[in-house]
């Protein structure tokens, strides 16, 4: 469990590192998009327990039944993620039809006074 959690904040570090230092814009959103999988994945990984079963009543079973409402919470941050995944790229559509290259140093320095 302790090398999946590394993993998955190695995930983390690397999508806000990628989103901190790279140029282009297309990959800063790519970078975000491997932070919001990999605070997707530390969900899971926390909320996953063994000896659980699906929230099916049949009659005679008495178990531990599973909580179906992290599902239900994880399934609606990757539909919200992709969402503003899509979002920002427009956005960068619409940018770079103003600017011929999409490095946000160089839209800083047209922009800047």
């Known amino acids: 469990m302790v090398i999946l959690?590394?993993?998955?904040?190695?995930?983390?570090?690397?999508?806000?590192?990628?989103t901190l230092f790279k140029g282009n814009l297309i990959m800063k959103i790519m970078a975000m998009d491997v932070m919001s999988t990999g605070v997707i994945a530390y969900y899971v990984v926390v909320a996953a327990k063994g000896g659980v079963f699906t929230p099916i009543w049949l009659p005679g079973r008495a178990v531990a039944y599973a909580?179906?409402?992290?599902?239900?919470?994880?399934?609606?941050?990757?539909?919200?993620?992709?969402?503003?995944q899509a979002l920002m790229l427009v956005g960068v559509m619409k940018l770079s039809r103003y600017y011929p290259t999409l490095a946000v140093r160089d839209i800083e320095l047209k922009n800047s006074p």
């Open 67 to 84: 909580d179906p409402v992290p599902q239900a919470v994880i399934l609606t941050a990757i539909v919200i993620g992709l969402s503003i």
């Open 5 to 18: 959690e590394a993993g998955v904040f190695a995930t983390i570090l690397v999508g806000f590192l990628g």
